[in-house]
């Protein structure tokens, strides 16, 4: 029987520089194609008026401003609204997380869980939360809160309910047979089993929020993005609508990339 010969060192260093050249290439592609949408935006503008489209230039001067400036309230619009999203995101994961372990370890419940809650806030119109929340806390930094929160639910309570029906009943059998303690089995067991499901319920609640921002800002804040846009509309001030666009665009981005796809990487490195 013949053995198969290990690759070399020249081999293997051969591939990995396949390999670092192939996503070069791919990081120089992507950044190609953004430069040319720029140089397209740009020519378009050149032959239209600043309320149809406005210069990329003025656009991502205004976009720094309201991502960079916090000596006055450009910079502020902004980190309101991140704090509102970030405060918004972990409620509704929390939440969504209790509800969907609730069949788990109540079986009577399982049926108003997957066919009662999770449809209802599934259904229930945006809209409509914000419009109640006006109505039950006013214009406020917690009717924001609250809207945000109601839309987000669903997306994490069914992402966390799916991953709790996917989990390996051997291996949670196996863990309930050496303790009967339910905390303990679900700290050591079943949370870590949930990482892959908590984090893409977090990454995508996350952007989701962003777009959520818009409509409860809208409604319910004095501050805000969301607030700013509104008042960039009626003010017929379309550089500053579309500067608050991009400021959204970089903040789920930086965020999303530098923080949240990091964290997700090292808790899953301390799972192998």
């Not at 006006?134 to 809160?145: K, M, N, T």
């Not at 949670?172 to 009967?180: D, G, I, P, W």
């Not at 608050?244 to 930086?254: G, K, P």
């Given at each position: 029987m013949s053995v198969a010969p290990l690759p070399s060192e020249d081999t293997r260093a051969g591939t990995v520089g396949v390999r670092r050249f192939t996503v070069t290439k791919n990081r120089m592609l992507a950044e190609l194609v953004i430069l040319?949408?720029?140089?397209?935006?740009?020519?378009?503008?050149?032959?239209?008026?600043?309320?149809?489209?406005?210069?990329?230039?003025?656009?991502?001067?205004?976009?720094?401003?309201?991502?960079?400036?916090?000596?006055?309230?450009?910079?502020?619009?902004?980190?309101?609204?991140?704090?509102?999203?970030?405060i918004s995101t972990f409620l509704a994961l929390v939440l969504g997380g209790l509800v969907a372990l609730v069949p788990t370890y109540l079986k009577q419940f399982d049926v108003l869980?997957?066919?009662?809650?999770?449809?209802?806030?599934?259904?229930?119109?945006?809209l409509g939360w914000a419009l109640l929340a006006?109505?039950?806390?006013?214009?406020?930094?917690?009717?924001?809160?609250f809207v945000e929160t109601a839309i987000l639910l669903p997306f994490?309570?069914?992402?966390?309910?799916e991953g709790m029906k996917s989990l390996d009943?051997?291996?949670?059998?196996?863990?309930?047979?050496?303790?009967?303690?339910?905390?303990?089995?679900?700290?050591?067991?079943?949370?870590?089993?949930?990482?892959p499901f908590i984090f893409s319920s977090l990454r995508v609640s996350y952007g989701v929020a962003w777009k959520v921002s818009l409509i409860s800002e809208?409604?319910?804040?004095?501050t805000g993005l969301g607030y700013l846009m509104n008042r960039a509309r009626q003010e017929f001030d379309t550089p500053l609508m579309f500067a608050?666009?991009?400021?959204?665009?970089?903040?789920?981005?930086?965020v999303d990339k530098f923080c949240l796809a990091r964290l997700e990487t090292r808790f899953a490195r301390g799972r192998i």
């Open positions: 040319l949408l720029l140089i397209g935006w740009w020519w378009a503008a050149q032959g239209l008026p600043e309320f149809v489209l406005p210069a990329p230039g003025k656009v991502l001067k205004l976009s720094a401003k309201l991502l960079f400036d916090l000596s006055t309230n450009w910079g502020l619009h902004t980190y309101a609204s991140l704090a509102r999203v970030l869980v997957a066919d009662r809650v999770i449809p209802f806030f599934n259904a229930f119109p945006s006006v109505l039950w806390f006013g214009v406020s930094d917690g009717s924001v809160i994490c309570m069914i992402n966390m309910y009943t051997e291996i949670l059998e196996m863990a309930h047979s050496f303790t009967r303690a339910r905390l303990r089995v679900l700290r050591k067991v079943v949370l870590p089993m949930l990482f809208l409604f319910g804040a004095d608050t666009i991009v400021a959204i665009i970089v903040m789920v981005y930086l």
